[in-house]
């Protein structure tokens, strides 16, 4: 059983960066594909990145690419998420989540963390 806790949210104005954690517990952090995902209050969850186990592989929404960085430590079993020119439509609840399989779904992640809040004024 894999445990995710994410730190870093909070409020920024457009234009400005943040930058999202995700500890992991509980497994072999190396053997899972590591995502972060986001809800915005009425949408449904969304893909936002993934990266391979080995960091060697990532994908991005499109809405994100070129501005979000996903990237990870496995010695420190932790997963980030670089979030830079910040837009208002960015704001959500941002979740990692942790699987043995590669995917960009939802569904697709049997682990998920608690959420942390990120808000961006206009």
């Known amino acids: 059983q894999v445990q995710l806790v994410e730190s870093g949210g909070g409020l920024v104005q457009a234009g400005g960066s943040l930058s999202l954690s995700c500890a992991a517990s509980?497994?072999?952090?190396?053997?899972?594909?590591m995502g972060w995902f986001r809800q915005a209050p009425g949408k449904e969850r969304e893909f936002v990145a993934a990266?391979?186990?080995?960091?060697?592989?990532?994908r991005y929404a499109g809405s994100v690419k070129g501005r979000f960085t996903i990237s990870r430590d496995n010695a420190k079993n932790t997963v980030y998420l670089q979030m830079n020119t910040l837009k208002p439509e960015d704001t959500a609840v941002y979740y990692c989540a942790a699987d043995r399989i590669w995917s960009l779904r939802t569904m697709g992640y049997d682990y998920w963390g608690q959420g942390t809040q990120v808000a961006v004024s206009s």
């Open positions: 509980g497994g072999t952090f190396s053997n899972y594909v």
């Open positions: 990266i391979s186990r080995n960091g060697d592989s990532t």
